[in-house]
């Protein structure tokens, strides 16, 4: 059965970075074709994928974000992490980790979420 | 990037209706799109990917179709439960997100 689960801070003050972890159970991100994505979404708002890493550690990038994000696995300890710099308050929202089916690009196991709120 | 648009934002049914959603993209993706349903404060849950294949233990009033730049997904027989939001998302570049489609009861 595989399980996600997002952890980090409910709140941030602008400029500064987040640090969210997602921590898995039921796969292995060294197993061909396994992946791990963010999502985020902004209270009321459309869903925002933000990045994936694969089992090869090979990582994408939301355009629009490139420049913001790093995404990094630890599979030693099943953890994906993700940083955001730079934190504004349009970056509200609620962040999901989701599990990419393997040798498939859609996300079929999601976590639960973790609301993250930008203020000072 | 690869746009994505769902038609329409919002949608009135009552139970026992037959609802269709539009996903349109900005150029062709093949078959690489998935549909999800989202509920208040829960995380989506895949219903269809590859335009039309149905995730295990989706029930089969669920269906999608399409190719290209042109995708539905059809609830045929709406229930209660499915009263929900529901994104289309593409992923033949990168992954992205229509902006959803509120289904609401009439």
């Known amino acids: 059965q595989i399980t996600l689960k997002e952890s980090g801070p409910t709140l941030v003050k602008p400029t500064q970075t987040l640090t969210l972890t997602c921590t898995f159970s039921g796969f292995s991100l060294t197993s061909t074709g396994a992946g791990v994505g963010w999502i985020r979404q902004p209270p009321g708002k459309a869903l925002e994928w933000l990045a994936l890493?694969?089992?090869?550690?090979?990582?994408r990038y939301s355009p629009s974000l490139k420049s913001r994000l790093t995404i990094t696995k630890d599979t030693s300890k099943n953890q994906v992490v993700l940083t955001m710099t730079n934190m504004d308050p349009v970056d509200t929202g609620t962040y999901f980790c989701a599990h990419k089916r393997q040798w498939m690009d859609h996300l079929d196991y999601w976590g639960q979420g973790t609301l993250v709120t930008v203020s000072s | 990037d690869i746009q994505v648009t769902q038609s329409p934002s919002t949608l009135s049914a009552s139970v026992g209706d037959r609802v269709t959603i539009t996903c349109r993209t900005s150029?062709?993706?093949?078959?690489?799109l998935a549909w999800y349903q989202q509920k208040p404060g829960i995380a989506p849950k895949l219903l269809i990917y590859k335009a039309s294949t149905l995730e295990s233990g989706i029930p089969s009033r669920f269906s999608g179709s399409g190719s290209g730049t042109e995708f539905t997904l059809t609830i045929s027989n709406m229930q209660p439960e499915d009263f929900a939001t529901y994104y289309c998302q593409q992923y033949n570049v990168y992954w992205t997100f229509g902006q959803g489609t509120k289904v609401e009861i009439k």
């Open positions: 890493i694969y089992w090869d550690d090979d990582k």
């Open positions: 150029q062709s993706i093949s078959t690489w």
